[in-house]
């Protein structure tokens, strides 16, 4: 389990974290979302002990991470899958990280089977794809067969198929009751992977709760509507006060609900061949609930 409590982190007179405080418990995969600038890798580097809090605390377990003198049988972590010695090969580089932490030899060559490294053990890592290196990385992490397990952006670079991987692995860790926390941008990902979000703007709380629960706070909800008079509708729904995007003979509604719209419609004597209401996606209701912390807002084209 981890536990963060009125964690903050100031560089001179910059925010990055402040007061923030959530628990992630063992047995689910919990998302870490915030916009770019929200303090997601700094409160990652805060829990490692690789950064001094400003104030508040955090635990793993219990203790603080860096209490513990064999890290990697508490706590495996993929912070960044580039920051290793490229000059190693895969096998060397996982070696040396066994032998530091007390951790069985026989252990490398379990890791690399796993995720799938297990033919290139010998080669350096320089000549590494960036998702073969994100693939050492998840290996690193499952080396100590640690209760908790962190990942930063662990998709990047990875295949379909790898992907598909990584979505197994992290619910079948879960499924043994570790602690699985996983900062993502990928917001199709978190939806496919994971169960508990942990949502951050500004280094700020916005959310601690379930996926389900976090995409149902958002409230723009559109209605699917397919009709062979798709221009007449539009126009009608229009003067009622909706919002109409118009594709071919489909029409994206939002201001109206589906009964509304089958009102109009009968009325006008049009024709229609479906009726479909959108609830909010988590991708909608980040942006919608995270709105106010983006640090950087593009301008709209030219």
Do not use: C
Request: charged share 25%; glycine share 12%.
């Amino acid at each position: 389990m981890i536990e963060v409590d009125e964690l903050t982190k100031k560089y001179g007179k910059t925010t990055a974290v402040n007061r923030l405080s959530f628990t992630v418990r063992p047995g689910h995969v919990t998302g870490f979302l915030g916009p770019n600038g929200a303090g997601k890798s700094t409160t990652l580097r805060l829990l490692l002990g690789l950064n001094e809090p400003t104030g508040g605390s955090v635990t793993i377990d219990g203790r603080p991470f860096r209490d513990r003198p064999r890290g990697l049988r508490h706590v495996g972590a993929l912070l960044d899958a580039g920051d290793v010695h490229g000059g190693r090969t895969a096998g060397a580089h996982l070696a040396a990280l066994a032998r530091g932490n007390r951790i069985p030899r026989a252990r490398v060559g379990e890791v690399l089977e796993e995720v799938g490294l297990a033919e290139v053990a010998r080669r350096r890592i320089g000549g590494f794809s960036l998702g073969m290196r994100q693939r050492l990385g998840i290996a690193a992490a499952l080396l100590g067969d640690p209760p908790v397990l962190l990942f930063d952006e662990p998709l990047n670079g990875l295949d379909p198929e790898g992907v598909k991987w990584v979505r197994g692995l992290f619910r079948g860790l879960a499924a043994e009751g570790r602690t699985v926390f996983v900062s993502s941008h990928l917001m199709s990902e978190m939806e496919h992977t994971a169960d508990q979000l942990v949502v951050v703007g500004r280094g700020e709380l916005i959310a601690a709760e379930s996926l389900a629960e976090f995409s149902a706070r958002g409230t723009r909800l559109s209605v699917t509507v397919r009709t062979p008079e798709a221009e007449r509708l539009a126009a009608v729904l229009t003067a009622e006060g909706a919002y109409v995007v118009r594709s071919g003979d489909v029409l994206t509604v939002t201001g109206l609900d589906a009964p509304r719209i089958s009102e109009i419609a009968v009325g006008h004597r049009v024709p229609v061949h479906e009726l479909t209401t959108r609830t909010s996606s988590l991708e909608d209701a980040f942006m919608e609930l995270t709105a106010g912390s983006v640090e950087y807002v593009a301008g709209e084209g030219r």
